[in-house]
């Protein structure tokens, strides 16, 4: 597996607290992403990031924000957690845009 | 929008059979797609890809197809292994707005002995 980790693993939260989920990778690759996975969806991209300070939205970018300070790390936050937001969250990197991505082991959050 | 349709979105077959998935996209302008594996409890990993200059690519007992014209592309998994037996997941990538990729809901795969 490339050299990405996720941080927490697993988390429950209530409703209306913030929550942030780190995305760390050791590939120096330029490229991240965070998807969520719900059943019946596949996987459908949050935002995505293509530099340090580099951030785009992707199909479901509501309720959530991200940052990207250092090339290794891409932090996504739920400034306001729901229960619509009770997902697996997968993070994915790529050497370019045009490159294969490569997956996270996810998270996993419930929002009580 | 993009779109990707995956069917079926169940697929049983018997130890030894083949197996295909068939996937349909939106978006003319895509010209990469990546087929996912992902077992219970784990993440996605990539098994094939195809680019749209090709129209077929194999690696051992998994084949791709690509028709660009019609706009679908198929996995195809020959003598099939318990082992087999996952969730897959095709996949289109925009090349316009960010290279941003398009996943299908998904096929779970069991695979009887």
């Known amino acids: 597996d490339a050299g990405i980790t996720q941080s927490p693993r697993h988390k429950v939260t209530e409703t209306g607290t913030p929550v942030t989920l780190r995305c760390h990778q050791t590939?120096?690759?330029?490229?991240m992403y965070w998807y969520r996975q719900d059943p019946g969806h596949g996987l459908r991209l949050i935002h995505y990031?293509?530099?340090?300070?580099?951030?785009d939205k992707g199909e479901v970018s509501d309720g959530y924000s991200v940052s990207r300070s250092k090339t290794e790390d891409f932090l996504l936050t739920l400034e306001s957690a729901t229960s619509s937001q009770t997902s697996v969250y997968f993070c994915a990197i790529s050497e370019q845009g045009t490159d294969t991505q490569y997956f996270g082991p996810g998270t996993r959050l419930t929002v009580l | 929008g993009e779109n990707v349709e995956q069917h079926p979105s169940t697929l049983s077959v018997q130890e030894g059979d083949s197996a295909v998935i068939k996937c349909t996209y939106s978006?003319?302008?895509?010209?990469?797609f990546p087929w996912y594996k992902q077992e219970l409890g784990k993440r996605p990993q990539l098994i094939i890809d195809i680019r749209s200059n090709v129209g077929e690519k194999k690696d051992q007992r998994i084949a791709v197809t690509l028709n660009k014209t019609a706009k679908h592309f198929s996995l195809h998994i020959t003598e099939t292994q318990p082992e087999d037996s996952a969730v897959y997941f095709c996949a289109a990538r925009l090349e316009t707005g960010g290279f941003k990729t398009i996943f299908g809901a998904g096929t779970r795969l069991f695979v009887k002995a």
């Open positions: 590939e120096n690759h330029r490229y």
């Open positions: 990031s293509y530099g340090v300070k580099d951030t």
């Open positions: 978006d003319s302008a895509s010209n990469y």
